[in-house]
């Protein structure tokens, strides 16, 4: 285990990294377009006038700040910590995939772009790069694995209804991993005009950071809400784990307050005694893919293996670089949820507090009784509730044995 | 030492006063026994520089015909490690071809850097391009090499800019690797006329020889930049051919060296009765 920094906010450094995790590995066409990315986010972080333009978006466009709910009947039916839901399924376009878009969409016509294109799993965040593209008139083209574009169909819809061209990928295992792929060839092939919109806190630097910090509203809000609330910090922060946008963004604000622990879900699809599963830390290894160096899914000779799980937005091989190293400096703990933990977990969540949650939050969910009863009866425990569920009922049908 | 084989290749192709031409192959495509017998025929059949591609899973900067030849080596257990076993026993018939191994970053952190450029330059390789390795991240590999005398090869591109292109220069040997267009393997086409200032470029910052790639494919697209590069690489095409001659029942090895045959002699017959030399 690394030691622990001193201060998290130094991080990344001034090469991309979170201790040896994270860098700029891309080919050299796309260097001098990294680094301008790089400047350009660095003038825009620190301009008053940045932050004033999205955060009237954010409350005005996305509906910011989504409510801290206290989930009454789950701590009820746990018996343990209070759990509170941090409700980013009522954002704008129902997940927390927004909150990125618009500060990335802002930042791409900061830079003069006209070409957005971006990758997606799930479909939310190839839907909430549509919304923003459809917003400021700008063409949009997704990448989404063919595997996905079958499973998400509602959200292939909707993006279509939005605008934006959806690429289906046959490459490789035709889910995110090979969408991110054909996203990265498109851009070394269009280095004029394009801007990749990346939809999670992984890939090259400056991505990591910078989706983080678009993100990381979400814990700033939770701080303040739960102050309100409870007049202290939480016990426990929880968020589900694809690339670890939602997680690294409600984790973030707390990474100083070490009396709060911070607990990521992996997808454990199968089972982590199967090789079916989504599970890079838990299930990886350390190294080099899409732009960075971190936990991967890999066979003995680096070969990125396929990752398995229900949850299309957690099908992803690996893990943003922060979380990589916030696991190896022991600041944060990574858990796993199988598929059917997540189905139950799905369910529960519905009959109990009448909310459809997305099948990838849902995972976080399956959890959640384990480390409110951990934290005991006083403790409080915070959930991400990252995204909606609706996209998902035609997969969980096919796993109740019903038709819709 | 093994940087003297590209080194002592190019001196030569410089008296002759002609470009070299590099085949790309992907190691193993599309299994073991037929990937070495191309290899050995690749001398023979004009390639003056040979590249071997070891196959990764995600290779982010090929184009479909890269990829398809990839997991065609994968499928066919093909792997790093074997790679270089294949190299080994070509160089056991020859001794003067230079030998570049081009790939991903992934399979090389797995096995080791140091590990990997031992057994390496053991194997006979003599360079090395990493695509997803750009100078910012390339200390702990080049220093791994180094140790071996193993060349590290760079890749200067339409985006380098002269502030840059120093940046890239920088710890390379051998000679310098022009991709000729501004996207992935084998789509776009280059264009000898624009190509030609960036060589001069490349040159000059570089003080080394410079050999095109990407988007060469016909003969006459190949010898148009041998009269403006020190060599033209040609991978795709290559690999097209391996996949086709599958298609139509042919034999493999001899549809790819025959597409060799008739690149290099166009590369090689480029600059015969032209008068300025580059
Ligand atoms: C609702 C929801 N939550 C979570 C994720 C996983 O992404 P991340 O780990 O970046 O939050 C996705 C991805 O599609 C999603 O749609």
Same mark, same amino acid.
């Given at each position: 285990?690394?030691?622990?920094?001193?201060?998290?906010?130094?991080?990344?450094?001034?090469? /991309?990294?979170?201790?040896?995790? %994270?860098?700029?590995?891309?080919?050299?066409?796309?260097?001098?377009?990294?680094?301008?990315?790089?400047?350009?986010?660095?003038?825009?972080?620190?301009?008053?006038?940045?932050?004033?333009?999205?955060? %009237?978006? &954010?409350?005005?466009?996305?509906?910011?700040?989504?409510?801290?709910?206290?989930?009454?009947?789950?701590?009820?039916?746990?018996?343990?910590?209070?759990?509170? =839901?941090?409700?980013?399924?009522?954002?704008?376009?129902?997940?927390?995939?927004?909150?990125?878009?618009?500060?990335?969409?802002?930042? #791409?016509?900061?830079?003069?772009?006209?070409?957005?294109?971006?990758?997606? %799993?799930?479909?939310?965040?190839?839907?909430?790069?549509?919304?923003?593209?459809?917003?400021?008139?700008?063409?949009?083209?997704?990448?989404?694995?063919?595997?996905?574009?079958?499973?998400?169909?509602?959200?292939?819809?909707?993006?279509?209804?939005?605008?934006?061209?959806?690429?289906?990928?046959?490459?490789?295992?035709?889910?995110?991993?090979?969408?991110?792929?054909?996203?990265?060839?498109?851009?070394?092939?269009?280095?004029?005009?394009?801007?990749?919109?990346?939809?999670?806190?992984?890939?090259?630097?400056?991505?990591?950071?910078?989706?983080?910090?678009?993100?990381?509203?979400?814990?700033?809000?939770?701080?303040?809400?739960?102050?309100?609330?409870?007049?202290?910090? +939480?016990?426990?922060? $929880?968020?589900?784990?694809?690339?670890?946008?939602?997680?690294?963004?409600?984790?973030?604000?707390?990474?100083?307050?070490?009396?709060?622990?911070?607990?990521?879900?992996?997808?454990?699809?199968? /089972?982590?005694?199967?090789?079916?599963?989504?599970?890079?830390?838990?299930?990886?290894?350390?190294?080099?893919?899409?732009?960075?160096?971190?936990?991967? &899914?890999?066979?003995?000779?680096?070969?990125?293996?396929?990752?398995? !799980?229900?949850?299309?937005?957690?099908?992803?091989?690996?893990?943003?670089?922060?979380? !990589?190293?916030?696991?190896?400096?022991?600041?944060?703990?990574?858990?796993?949820?199988?598929?059917?933990?997540? =189905?139950?977990?799905?369910?529960?969540?519905?009959?109990?507090?009448?909310?459809?949650?997305?099948?990838?939050?849902?995972?976080?969910?399956?959890?959640?009784?384990?480390?409110?009863?951990?934290?005991?009866?006083?403790?409080?425990?915070?959930?991400?509730?990252?995204?909606?569920?609706?996209?998902?009922?035609?997969?969980?049908?096919?796993?109740?044995?019903?038709?819709? | 030492?093994?940087?003297?084989?590209?080194?002592?290749?190019?001196?030569?192709?410089?008296?002759? /006063?002609?470009?070299?031409?590099?085949?790309?192959?992907?190691?193993?495509?599309?299994?073991?026994?037929?990937?070495?017998?191309?290899?050995?025929?690749?001398?023979?059949?004009?390639?003056? &520089?040979?590249?071997? /591609?070891?196959?990764?899973?995600?290779?982010?900067?090929?184009? +479909?015909?890269?990829?398809?030849?990839?997991?065609?080596?994968?499928?066919?257990? $093909?792997?790093?490690?074997?790679?270089?076993?294949?190299?080994?026993?070509?160089?056991?018939?020859?001794?003067?071809?230079?030998?570049?191994?081009?790939?991903?970053?992934?399979?090389?952190? !797995?096995?080791?850097?140091?590990?990997?450029?031992?057994?390496?330059?053991?194997?006979?390789?003599?360079?090395?391009?990493?695509?997803?390795?750009? +100078?910012?991240?390339?200390?702990?590999?080049?220093?791994?090499?180094? #140790?071996?005398?193993?060349?590290?090869?760079?890749?200067?591109?339409?985006?380098?800019?002269?502030?840059?292109?120093?940046?890239?220069?920088?710890?390379?040997?051998?000679?310098?690797?022009?991709?000729?267009?501004?996207?992935?393997?084998?789509?776009?086409?280059?264009?000898?006329?624009?190509?030609?200032?960036?060589?001069?470029?490349?040159?000059?910052? !570089?003080?080394?020889?410079?050999?095109?790639?990407?988007?060469?494919?016909?003969?006459?697209?190949? #010898?148009?930049?041998?009269?403006?590069?020190? #060599?033209?690489?040609?991978?795709?095409?290559?690999?097209?051919?391996?996949?086709?001659?599958?298609?139509?029942?042919?034999?493999?090895?001899?549809?790819?060296?025959?597409?060799?045959?008739?690149?290099?002699?166009?590369?090689?017959?480029?600059?015969?009765?032209?008068?300025?030399?580059?």
């Amino acid at each position: 285990m690394s030691a622990r920094p001193n201060d998290y906010a130094a991080y990344p450094d001034a090469n /991309g990294r979170f201790g040896m995790f %994270g860098g700029q590995y891309v080919p050299e066409t796309l260097m001098p377009l990294v680094h301008d990315l790089t400047a350009a986010w660095g003038a825009a972080k620190t301009d008053p006038a940045f932050k004033a333009e999205l955060d %009237g978006y &954010l409350k005005h466009y996305v509906g910011r700040p989504s409510p801290l709910y206290f989930a009454e009947r789950l701590t009820k039916h746990f018996g343990g910590a209070k759990i509170y =839901l941090k409700r980013e399924e009522l954002n704008h376009t129902g997940s927390h995939k927004i909150n990125n878009c618009m500060g990335q969409i802002l930042l #791409a016509m900061r830079m003069g772009k006209t070409r957005i294109i971006a990758e997606t %799993g799930a479909g939310q965040h190839g839907v909430a790069a549509a919304t923003v593209c459809a917003r400021f008139g700008l063409p949009c083209i997704v990448y989404m694995g063919a595997v996905d574009v079958e499973r998400q169909k509602p959200n292939v819809f909707r993006m279509n209804l939005l605008g934006a061209e959806v690429r289906p990928v046959t490459s490789g295992s035709a889910t995110l991993k090979d969408a991110m792929n054909e996203a990265l060839r498109d851009w070394v092939t269009n280095v004029e005009d394009t801007y990749y919109l990346i939809g999670t806190a992984a890939g090259m630097h400056p991505y990591p950071e910078m989706v983080r910090d678009f993100q990381a509203v979400i814990g700033r809000e939770v701080r303040e809400q739960i102050m309100e609330a409870e007049g202290r910090l +939480p016990d426990a922060i $929880m968020a589900c784990i694809g690339g670890g946008s939602n997680a690294i963004g409600i984790f973030h604000p707390f990474l100083a307050d070490e009396g709060v622990k911070l607990i990521g879900v992996e997808a454990a699809g199968e /089972g982590m005694d199967t090789e079916r599963h989504a599970a890079a830390i838990n299930g990886g290894r350390p190294g080099v893919l899409h732009g960075n160096m971190t936990y991967l &899914l890999q066979d003995t000779e680096g070969q990125i293996t396929e990752a398995h !799980s229900i949850s299309a937005g957690l099908d992803y091989p690996g893990i943003g670089p922060e979380h !990589s190293w916030l696991h190896d400096v022991g600041r944060a703990t990574y858990l796993t949820a199988t598929d059917l933990e997540s =189905l139950d977990a799905y369910k529960l969540c519905a009959e109990l507090e009448g909310i459809l949650p997305a099948i990838e939050s849902a995972h976080a969910l399956a959890r959640v009784g384990d480390v409110a009863r951990d934290v005991g009866k006083d403790g409080i425990v915070v959930l991400n509730l990252s995204g909606r569920g609706d996209k998902d009922v035609a997969t969980v049908a096919a796993h109740l044995g019903m038709r819709i | 030492m093994s940087t003297s084989r590209i080194d002592a290749r190019f001196a030569a192709l410089k008296a002759e /006063g002609r470009a070299g031409f590099v085949a790309y192959v992907m190691a193993g495509d599309p299994d073991y026994a037929t990937g070495l017998a191309i290899l050995k025929g690749l001398p023979g059949a004009g390639a003056d &520089l040979i590249e071997v /591609g070891f196959p990764f899973s995600d290779p982010m900067a090929e184009g +479909p015909p890269i990829q398809r030849a990839a997991l065609r080596a994968l499928g066919e257990g $093909m792997t790093l490690s074997k790679t270089l076993e294949m190299i080994a026993e070509f160089r056991q018939g020859d001794q003067t071809t230079p030998i570049i191994l081009m790939g991903y970053a992934n399979p090389l952190v !797995s096995r080791g850097f140091e590990a990997f450029a031992r057994e390496a330059a053991a194997a006979g390789v003599d360079g090395l391009i990493v695509v997803d390795i750009p +100078p910012e991240e390339a200390g702990p590999l080049a220093d791994a090499l180094d #140790a071996a005398q193993v060349s590290l090869i760079r890749l200067a591109t339409p985006t380098t800019d002269d502030e840059r292109m120093t940046v890239v220069v920088r710890r390379t040997s051998g000679f310098v690797y022009y991709v000729s267009v501004a996207g992935v393997t084998g789509v776009k086409e280059a264009d000898a006329a624009v190509v030609a200032p960036h060589v001069t470029r490349v040159r000059k910052a !570089s003080g080394l020889p410079v050999a095109v790639g990407f988007g060469i494919k016909t003969p006459e697209r190949a #010898a148009a930049i041998a009269r403006v590069a020190d #060599a033209v690489v040609v991978g795709s095409a290559l690999v097209d051919e391996v996949a086709l001659a599958a298609e139509l029942n042919e034999d493999v090895t001899s549809r790819v060296l025959s597409k060799v045959e008739s690149l290099s002699k166009a590369v090689r017959s480029a600059r015969v009765g032209q008068t300025t030399t580059v």
